[in-house]
Nanobody, 125 residues
Framework: QLQLVESGGGLVPPGESLRLSCTYP????????IAWFRQAPGREREGVSC????????NYADSVKGRFSISRDNAKSTVYLQMNSLKPEDTAVYYC??????????????????WGQGTQVTVSS
């Protein structure tokens, strides 16, 4: 079972930045669509951003457009989520997921078959 590894979470004050990373050591993710999801306490998990296997196509939730940026380095088999101008409402556990069946960008959770264990992001003064 492929399990992705997220890193980069932490506690930051509002307005600061974090960069999350998603990788699977020893395995290439270059042909898979990748997405980031998040789940805040008491709320359902929601899509944040996604990227196609080529990295050309991306999409974002309205709540993070203009603040977050997704990218990938297929040579390193790593996908990044750059989060700028963080707000308290961005506080959540962030998960990355891989879809082995398609290579286009999408945020349909049920179609993602490989997931990480999540990394906590807390935005608070």
């Amino acid at each position: 079972q492929l399990q992705l590894v997220e890193s980069g979470g932490g506690l930051v004050p509002p307005g600061e930045s974090l960069r999350l990373s998603c990788t699977y050591p020893g395995f290439s993710l270059q042909y898979y669509a990748i997405a980031w999801f998040r789940q805040a306490p008491g709320r359902e998990r929601e899509g944040v951003s996604c990227i196609s296997s080529s990295g050309i196509h991306t999409n974002y939730a309205d709540s993070v457009k203009g603040r977050f940026s997704i990218s990938r380095d297929n040579a390193k088999s790593t996908v990044y989520l750059q989060m700028n101008s963080l707000k308290p409402e961005d506080t959540a556990v962030y998960y990355c997921a891989a879809d082995s069946k398609v290579d286009w960008a999408h945020m349909s959770q049920s179609d993602y078959d490989y997931w990480g264990q999540g990394t906590q992001v807390t935005v608070s003064s």
